[in-house]
């Protein structure tokens, strides 16, 4: 899809189909519905007027109206697409209603889709803070380009509908917030093609996207955007004495990959970042497919288990946007990818392995294998000079027994950490909630005949019993564990999205990052 920012009467524009989008702005609960434009156009508020008076349109979030031949405009077609109240808006109304303009647009045949930029100040002061310019536009565009893609890829009737191009216009304004308003497009398109990126490796069956393969499109995602990359495997495992990662790899006649994306800032000549400055480590779980192994999981349902990739994905994804917006902080991303499979070769039930840390694990379920992964990336990360660690994993359905599909688990051993990475999600719109791995649960992974064990003793408290054990091997560093189980695949199409991967984390991942920068 081909994007661009125009700035000029959005009235004049011609185009298939121009989509602007309103609020709701009658105040009280019971009140009926007030809509108003967001956009200073009157050429649009007046080619509106009719269908907004008939109160056939509430406004609702997403809600649509199409008007064709709109009077006093160039565009074929005016799309009214609905935010919801003035009052709650904010930017992720406005990523969303965007979505659902291209949504609209995409099952109709239209290729090319126009969007005015949303006016905030097109209303009163009384009825909405003012949104930053910059903001507003990255979240439009994200929200245009993440509403896209639809996962059809393996069907051979497949209608190709892709839309051709974006434009959203702005009307002509001073140069600084012509300025504000191109960053914010420029950043929203990487940012979202990176999500997009992300989501088409999660979308993939697990007979294609082995580790193997996996380790190829990131380190072909590297060439490409000027990142470092190295992708091993076995042998590199044995050396680094990654014990538990191996342990999960050798069941499955896929050897595993561990994937190293390394971006370094290249600052102005004779500056360089401060000896104690931080390295950022992105460590994603990347089992491509999770049978469960010997603890084999019921079929019901196992299909889904090609997903089981998704952090490792959101990882790759995140580091492809920083590569391109270039962030002064020094970030290390890994993955740890395997295949989790039954084999006369798989780890039992009952072994003790040595983690890379020198910790031994006692295996109670073969199952709980993505923290066995991740405890090596985790220390890993540690030993290439990282000093903060994030990361990312499709780890635990009691994560989804606990939140939903709603909100993804965050869990953190620092406080300052966790406040950094709260305040990007306020501007990326994903939803997190922290859930608790104080040293009170220690004793949930206590063993018996090794330092700990692999799940919980009981099945209570399911998703702390995860970051505990991924705890003790991010142990003193700064860490954040986003467990993204129930919220990496949308089980439901919505206005703005379809139903599949979501690519969660890419974006609050990437604001946290930014947020480093020096
Ligand atoms: N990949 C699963 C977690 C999962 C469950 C992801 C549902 C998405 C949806 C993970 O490897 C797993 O199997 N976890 C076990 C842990 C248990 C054995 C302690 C689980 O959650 O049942
Ligand atoms: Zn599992
Ligand atoms: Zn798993």
Request: a negative charge; proline letters at 4%; one cysteine or more.
């Amino acid at each position: 899809m081909d994007t661009k920012l125009l700035f000029q009467d959005a009235a004049g524009f011609a185009t298939p189909l121009l989509a602007v989008l309103a609020v709701d702005i009658a105040i009280g609960k019971d009140a009926d519905p007030l809509i108003a434009l967001l956009t200073t156009s009157d050429a649009i508020t007046e080619a509106a007027a009719a269908v907004i008076a008939s109160g056939e349109f509430k406004g609702t979030l997403g809600e649509q109206v199409l008007l064709h031949a709109p009077n006093g405009l160039k565009a074929e077609r005016l799309l009214i697409v609905g935010l919801g109240k003035a009052k709650t808006l904010s930017v992720d109304e406005v990523r969303k209603g965007a979505g659902a303009a291209v949504r609209y647009a995409k099952p109709r045949g239209l290729r090319q889709v126009a969007i005015a930029f949303p006016e905030d100040h097109a209303l009163s002061d009384e009825h909405l803070e003012n949104l930053p310019c910059t903001l507003l536009c990255r979240a439009l565009v994200e929200g245009a380009i993440i509403a896209e893609p639809d996962w059809d890829t393996y069907k051979s009737d497949r209608e190709d509908c892709e839309i051709d191009g974006l434009t959203v216009i702005s009307p002509e304004s001073e140069d600084s917030t012509t300025r504000e308003i191109q960053a914010g497009f420029d950043e929203g398109r990487i940012i979202a093609e990176s999500q997009n990126f992300a989501r088409s490796l999660v979308n993939e069956p697990g007979n294609v996207l082995t580790p193997t393969e996996l380790g190829k499109r990131a380190a072909a995602m590297c060439s490409e955007m000027g990142l470092k990359c190295e992708v091993h495997s076995t042998a590199k495992l044995e050396e680094l004495k990654m014990g538990a990662f191996a342990a999960v790899a050798k069941g499955s006649a896929q050897p595993p990959a561990l994937v190293v994306m390394t971006y370094e800032p290249k600052l102005a000549k004779g500056k360089s970042l401060p000896e104690n400055a931080p390295v950022l480590g992105l460590v994603g779980k990347g089992i491509t497919f999770d049978t469960g192994g010997i603890s084999l999981k019921s079929a019901d349902g196992m299909e889904k288990m090609k997903y089981d990739m998704a952090g490792a994905a959101a990882m790759i994804g995140a580091m492809r946007a920083i590569a391109q917006l270039k962030p002064a902080v020094k970030v290390i991303g890994i993955v740890c990818s395997a295949e989790n499979m039954p084999s006369g070769t798989a780890y039992k039930p009952g072994d003790v392995i040595t983690a890379m840390s020198g910790k031994t694990i006692e295996v109670l379920n073969t199952d709980a294998e993505g923290r066995m992964v991740l405890a090596d990336g985790l220390h890993y990360a540690k030993t290439l000079g990282c000093t903060h660690l994030i990361n990312a994993a499709t780890l635990t359905g009691a994560c989804v027994v606990a939140l939903g599909m709603i909100n993804a688990g965050i869990f953190s051993n620092d406080d300052a950490t966790y406040e950094q990475f709260a305040k990007g999600t306020r501007i990326s719109g994903e939803k997190f909630w922290r859930l608790p791995c104080t040293d009170d649960y220690k004793d949930q992974i206590k063993s018996q005949i090794a330092d700990i064990m692999n799940t919980g003793g009981s099945r209570w408290g399911g998703a702390t019993s995860a970051a505990m054990f991924l705890k003790e091997f991010a142990d003193e560093t700064p860490w954040i564990h986003l467990d993204i189980a129930g919220c990496a695949w949308n089980e439901e199409a919505k206005p703005w999205h379809p139903k599949g991967p979501s690519g969660v984390a890419v974006r609050s991942v990437i604001e946290w990052v930014k947020s480093y920068s020096a």
